[in-house]
């Protein structure tokens, strides 16, 4: 979203949150089928992100990252599409803002850290909001967004990545 660049991989996911209203900003987007769990419940559920490093933007301009992943809750936007995304297109997204959501469509299912200095490593969410709205989703498909809820402190700041589940070595989210 906003003054978009040519940063783009087909094997991260890439996650920004500029301090400029006018971005660049990044989502990232998952979609999860759960059709294979049939009519079973999930007892336990964590959403693991392994992060890479893009050499993209500068650590010296963020604070320690804050970020937060929402559950799409409105069904409708399981349907469309995974790619072409763009912002304009990308399910449930407020194109005005780079953290937000468009009002009830989404549902907070937890918050995770990632400290400055740390390049490399294992990072997400567990618990019982992530397993309510598993077992709760009607679809049997389930839609997560990722974003990154700190901005930088200073323009040029860290496109942060995850690996996505065509990274050629690193386990998929």
């Known amino acids: ?67 937060e992943v929402f559950g799409i809750i409105d069904d409708q936007y399981d349907q469309r599409p995974i790619s072409p995304m763009t912002w304009e297109t990308a399910p449930a997204n407020d194109l005005d803002n780079g953290t937000k959501l468009l009002p009830g469509s989404a549902t907070s299912l937890g918050k995770f850290k990632l400290p400055r200095v740390i390049q490399s490593g294992t990072f997400g969410i567990r618990g019982e909001k992530l397993t309510e709205f598993l077992n709760d989703d009607e679809n049997r498909v389930a839609s997560l967004v990722v974003v990154r809820t700190s901005a930088e402190n200073r323009g040029g700041g860290l496109v942060h990545a995850f690996a996505s589940t065509r990274h050629p070595t690193l386990p998929a989210p």
């Open 1 to 67: 979203g906003g003054e978009p660049n040519d940063h783009v991989s087909d094997e991260l996911l890439l996650i920004k949150n500029s301090r400029d209203p006018n971005g660049p900003h990044r989502k990232s987007y998952l979609r999860f089928d759960l059709s294979r769990l049939a009519d079973r419940k999930v007892k336990t559920a964590e959403l693991s992100l392994r992060l890479v490093t893009t050499g993209w933007g500068l650590a010296s301009h963020m604070d320690d990252s804050e970020f």
